[in-house]
């Protein structure tokens, strides 16, 4: 098989990876990938994620036999029914169906609707009755800016004055674009956890649980991020809570979306909160989670592109897991990272002293006379396994800790309370 991988960063990095490792697999390629997965046999090829005409103009040319697309914007832009409409396989939803990701209103009324888990919420477009409600509300509530081009504008309110503010930004000052549109949340509490399942045709298959770390800093502080580090599997979701998901969460979320008139198909991600009422949907995403996919794959077994062909051709599809111990992963990120950063730091001692037991997942790194180099905020990943997640921690921290590189930084708490207060009971 010939295999094609969409986006560039330490998501698709693992993707790739994962996809080498099958037997049945004779190249994976990725658009536009980075200088970083040359080292595991990955065939970069010269596209951005947002050049679809291209990019199937290439994987025809290439008779490539199915795509997966690591990114939300190509899903945005439709890929999937363009690639579909000219008889390619690719692994993800419609764009249609990416709303779930794209629109947080369509998302929260099919929730509703449904009657599945989730915060109470309103939807706004103008500033007078937005500030009418939350005058009369109780805090904290969370406002999301909503629309076609609004990107991830999350803030949780503590009180009426900060709540306008964030109100003025979204309807007055336009600050998320013309067209947006605010959504007012109830402000749920509890642990987060997520969720990913794949899903085509009828077929669902579900993923260990995972969380990442969103802020900069340690102890959860500092500028929210792309993601610091993640773990999987989460030791407080018991097997009766993972079911728990899949019975009142993401099955009515799928039969909504059939019924809806937009299977799905792709991964879906969730992102669950687990409140004294049990667990509730904080958030979908129509993809893999980076940096949960770097952290996940090692879960899997070698034959995951056999899963995504079997999904594809409609033949029933089977998960295998490894029992090699739960995985966890922490970034190495940029001095000045999420704002403007230092660049062009030699990654060398690093990528030299790295053991076999550890693996370097490349995200925002270049290439300086046959040395790689940070060019991103996020510049690599470094993941292990252990036999529990203190073991595989120890093992990354030795590693990031004895060999620094100048001019990064790294968070010193990835997996944190699932470390200090580890629980017994496993999940699938
Ligand atoms: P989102 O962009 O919707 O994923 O939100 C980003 C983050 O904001 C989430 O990971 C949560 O930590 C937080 N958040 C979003 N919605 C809520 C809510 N209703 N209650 C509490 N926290 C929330
Ligand atoms: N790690 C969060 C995300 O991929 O959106």
Known sequence: MKVLVIGGGGREHALARKFMQSDQVDQVYCAPGNPGMASDGIKLVPLAVDQVDELLAWAQATEIDWTFVGPELPLFLGIVDRFRAAGQKIFGPSQAAARLESSKKFAKEILVENGIPTAHYQVFTDFPTAQAYI????????????????????????DLASAEAALADILEDKRYGSQSQVVVEECLTGPEFSFFSLVHDGQVLHLPTAQDHKRAYDQDRGPNTGGMGAYAPVPFVSEALYQEVVRTIVDPLLQAMEAAGHPYSGVLYTGLMLTAEGPKVIEFNTRFGDPETQILMPLLGDDFAETIDQLLEGQPAQLTLNETGPSLGVVLAAEGYPTPYAKGMDLTPLVQACPSEISLIYAGVGEKSGHLTAQGGRILMAVAQGRDLTQAAERVYALLDQHPIPQTFYRHDIGGQAITQPKEEKIS
């Open 135 to 158: 005058q009369a509300a109780s805090f904290p509530l969370v406002i999301k800016a909503d629309g076609p081009a609004a990107g991830k504008g999350v803030v949780i309110a503590q």
